[in-house]
């Protein structure tokens, strides 16, 4: 039997170097020899996810990347953003199951705790979980936000920063857990990653690293034959898929020009 092909799709235009930093979010964990993951970035797409401009180029950008995925023999996406950008657009145009780590951290969470907090890099990004919160009906599960106020690095990510980065992050982490209440920690982005393994060896509640998170469900979905709900994620009645690579190869070359 063929191995499942799981493709992950990295919301920023970057260097196979920096690929590969998001490839390190497979280190430690256990699949079988059926299934692999394969990653891709998007051809073109926002420099940062700091505004609503950002948010909306991301949508089409990860759309773009993984329209074709079906056809292409893939047999699941993962979306490598707690922003779940692309995630609905997708399941309209696949049968395959589509993931995000946003929602998927925040439900998880619940399964472990009562109230959960988010640790990040920027405040900058609350928008994106209060996004995931309305739609879900979770404020009031979620005990805080946490931001450490550090410039993001979509491409390099932590590396070079463990030591500034990692003990802010746990001393935001502590003040969740003892001044908001929070019983469960959600890593508050896929590029803070780098920093699960040391951050559980020292707090004291359970913290979602949320791209592993995905990867264990999308393994889970094809070992169970589940995928998303075609009455909730209606096919289109006129795709447009041809207009949208035609954007793409456009603004792929206006990148490559600066």
Same mark, same amino acid.
């Given at each position: 039997?063929?191995?499942?092909?799981?493709?992950?799709?990295?919301?920023?235009?970057?260097?196979?170097d920096?690929?590969?930093l998001?490839?390190? !979010?497979?280190?430690?964990? !256990?699949?079988? %020899?059926?299934?692999?993951?394969?990653?891709?970035?998007?051809?073109?797409?926002?420099?940062?996810?700091?505004?609503?401009?950002?948010?909306?180029? &991301?949508?089409?950008?990860?759309?773009?990347?993984?329209?074709?995925?079906q056809?292409?023999?893939?047999?699941?996406?993962?979306?490598?953003?707690? /922003?779940?950008?692309?995630?609905?657009?997708?399941? *309209?145009?696949?049968?395959?199951?589509?993931?995000? %780590?946003?929602?998927? /951290?925040?439900?998880?969470?619940?399964?472990?705790?009562?109230?959960?907090?988010?640790?990040?890099?920027?405040?900058?990004?609350?928008?994106?979980?209060?996004?995931?919160?309305?739609?879900?009906?979770?404020?009031?599960?979620?005990? *805080?936000?946490?931001?450490?106020?550090?410039?993001?690095?979509?491409?390099?990510? +932590?590396?070079?920063?463990?030591?500034?980065?990692?003990?802010?992050?746990?001393?935001?982490?502590?003040?969740?857990i003892?001044?908001?209440g929070?019983?469960?920690?959600?890593?508050?982005?896929?590029?803070?990653?780098?920093?699960?393994?040391? +951050?559980?060896?020292?707090?004291?509640?359970?913290?979602?690293? %949320?791209?592993?998170?995905?990867?264990?469900?999308?393994?889970? &979905?094809?070992?169970?034959?589940?995928?998303? /709900?075609?009455?909730?994620? %209606?096919?289109?009645?006129?795709?447009?898929?041809?207009?949208?690579?035609?954007?793409?190869?456009?603004?792929?070359?206006?990148?490559?020009?600066?």
């Amino acid at each position: 039997m063929a191995a499942k092909r799981v493709l992950v799709i990295v919301p920023f235009a970057m260097s196979a170097d920096n690929l590969a930093l998001r490839e390190q !979010q497979l280190a430690g964990l !256990q699949f079988g %020899p059926d299934i692999r993951f394969e990653y891709r970035a998007v051809r073109a797409g926002p420099a940062n996810y700091a505004s609503h401009h950002d948010f909306a180029l &991301a949508e089409v950008a990860n759309f773009e990347a993984g329209c074709r995925a079906q056809q292409e023999g893939f047999d699941a996406i993962c979306i490598d953003t707690m /922003s779940d950008s692309g995630v609905a657009a997708l399941r *309209s145009v696949l049968d395959i199951p589509v993931f995000g %780590p946003g929602k998927a /951290s925040m439900l998880m969470a619940l399964t472990l705790g009562d109230r959960f907090s988010i640790l990040t890099m920027a405040s900058r990004w609350k928008p994106l979980y209060k996004k995931a919160l309305d739609e879900l009906g979770l404020h009031h599960k979620c005990a *805080s936000v946490r931001a450490i106020e550090v410039p993001p690095d979509n491409h390099a990510l +932590l590396s070079g920063k463990e030591e500034d980065v990692f003990p802010l992050l746990e001393a935001a982490g502590r003040k969740a857990i003892e001044q908001d209440g929070a019983e469960v920690l959600i890593l508050g982005s896929t590029t803070m990653h780098q920093s699960h393994a040391w +951050l559980q060896a020292r707090l004291p509640v359970p913290i979602i690293n %949320p791209g592993p998170l995905s990867y264990k469900l999308a393994e889970a &979905a094809l070992a169970l034959g589940l995928a998303h /709900s075609r009455v909730g994620y %209606p096919a289109p009645m006129h795709p447009r898929l041809d207009m949208l690579s035609a954007m793409f190869d456009a603004g792929a070359r206006q990148q490559k020009e600066r």
